[in-house]
């Protein structure tokens, strides 16, 4: 017998947008291997941001992935290639670069906004996030010390108001962010500042473009 009952609910499941904010220059990072010269570190946080935008794509829930970036860097290039739509970065900050790219999402989907240096990231993490994040109006993801955010989401209708930085998880769920319940092992608790986390990290598994990325590294 066929089943005729609507397919609203799959639907809106796989409608979200995210938003990744991703430096267009060797001037982010600064904390990650200040040492070497700028086009490394730079070749590192694209590699970081392609790992995490292929797993979104790949992701069952996502249908779209803004990056807003300099769309004349290299980064665009790449991540245009992925399949990203590129919005120019308005050069004002964090916040006004990811305020940028909701405000060219489709208003009538759910929105999200991810860090682009979490190279664990795995579709199966964003699938697993999306999900859970569906069940709030408003909800977050904290990085792995619990003082910084990585993922914030918001339903359909909803306003995204991003609030990163210095104590964001404190400032999101102050804001009425729930606090996703995710295993201190998704991709999405392994953000990338430092050559610790970036150790961390590797010890987990990283994605064929880190890993080429720090192949070059250490040739």
């Given at each position: 017998?066929?089943?005729?009952?609507?397919?609203?609910d799959?639907r809106?499941?796989?409608?979200?947008?995210?938003?990744?904010?991703?430096?267009?220059?060797?001037a982010?990072?600064?904390?990650?291997?200040?040492?070497?010269?700028?086009?490394?570190?730079?070749?590192?946080?694209?590699?970081f941001?392609?790992?995490?935008?292929?797993?979104?794509?790949?992701?069952?829930?996502?249908?779209?992935?803004?990056?807003?970036?300099?769309?004349?860097?290299?980064?665009?290039?790449?991540l245009?290639?992925?399949?990203?739509?590129?919005?120019?970065?308005?050069?004002?900050?964090?916040?006004?670069?990811?305020?940028a790219?909701?405000?060219?999402a489709?208003?009538?989907?759910?929105?999200?906004?991810?860090?682009?240096?979490?190279?664990?990231?795995?579709?199966?993490?964003v699938?697993?996030?999306?999900?859970?994040?569906?069940?709030?109006?408003?909800?977050?993801?904290?990085?792995?010390?619990?003082?910084g955010?990585t993922?914030?989401?918001?339903?359909?209708?909803?306003?995204?108001?991003?609030?990163?930085?210095?104590?964001?998880?404190?400032?999101?769920?102050?804001?009425?962010?729930?606090?996703?319940?995710?295993?201190?092992?998704?991709g999405?608790?392994?953000?990338?500042?430092?050559?610790?986390?970036?150790?961390?990290?590797?010890?987990?598994?990283?994605g064929?473009?880190?890993?080429?990325?720090?192949?070059?590294r250490?040739a």
């Open positions: 017998m066929r089943d005729n009952r609507p397919m609203a799959s809106t499941a796989q409608s979200w947008t995210v938003v990744v904010p991703v430096k267009g220059t060797s982010g990072k600064s904390r990650l291997a200040p040492g070497v010269d700028p086009e490394t570190r730079m070749r590192l946080m694209q590699a941001a392609s790992d995490a935008i292929a797993a979104l794509l790949s992701s069952e829930a996502v249908e779209r992935v803004i990056v807003v970036t300099e769309p004349a860097s290299e980064a665009a290039t790449v245009a290639a992925l399949g990203a739509d590129i919005v120019d970065d308005p050069r004002a900050g964090l916040n006004a670069a990811v305020a790219g909701i405000a060219r489709d208003p009538r989907a759910p929105v999200a906004a991810l860090l682009g240096d979490l190279p664990c990231l795995v579709p199966d993490d699938d697993l996030a999306l999900e859970r994040a569906q069940e709030h109006p408003l909800a977050f993801v904290p990085d792995a010390a619990g003082l955010t993922l914030i989401t918001a339903r359909a209708g909803d306003r995204l108001t991003p609030r990163y930085g210095e104590g964001s998880a404190a400032r999101h769920r102050a804001a009425g962010h729930h606090e996703l319940d995710l295993p201190a092992a998704s999405l608790r392994l953000d990338v500042d430092t050559e610790a986390d970036l150790a961390r990290a590797v010890a987990h598994g990283v064929p473009a880190t890993r080429s990325a720090l192949a070059l250490t």
